[in-house]
């Protein structure tokens, strides 16, 4: 088990699963498909393939299940962390402010 000792609220919980995030307020309804990398009660961390994200940006997140057993996700998130991975991809750190 891995310990814990990052000082955290909650849990995270690696998952690594297909994720789509849309950019909300944005006129023309952009989407893109991304990577959770981890989740947590309140947050999550994104690998997406573009160099760059702005902090406060508000997303919609959907993660859809595989299992009967566990619902898909449907969230509203903001960016607090982006930090570039290669030249094309970045990581983001986003901050869970609704579950639908």
Known sequence: M????D???FYRMMVNSPCE????????QRT???????????????????????????LGVSIESNSDQV???IAKAK??????ETEN????GVEISEIK
């Open 71 to 73: 619902p898909s996700l």
């Open 32 to 58: 893109m498909q991304a990577i959770c990398k981890d989740i947590s009660a309140t947050g999550m961390s994104v690998q997406i393939e573009q160099p760059t994200m702005e902090i406060g940006t508000l």
């Open 21 to 28: 995030l849309s950019l909300l307020g944005d006129p023309v």
């Open 89 to 92: 991809s970045c990581l983001l």
């Open 7 to 9: 000082k955290r609220n």
């Open 79 to 84: 960016v607090v962390r982006c930090i570039a």
């Open 2 to 5: 891995i310990a814990y000792d």
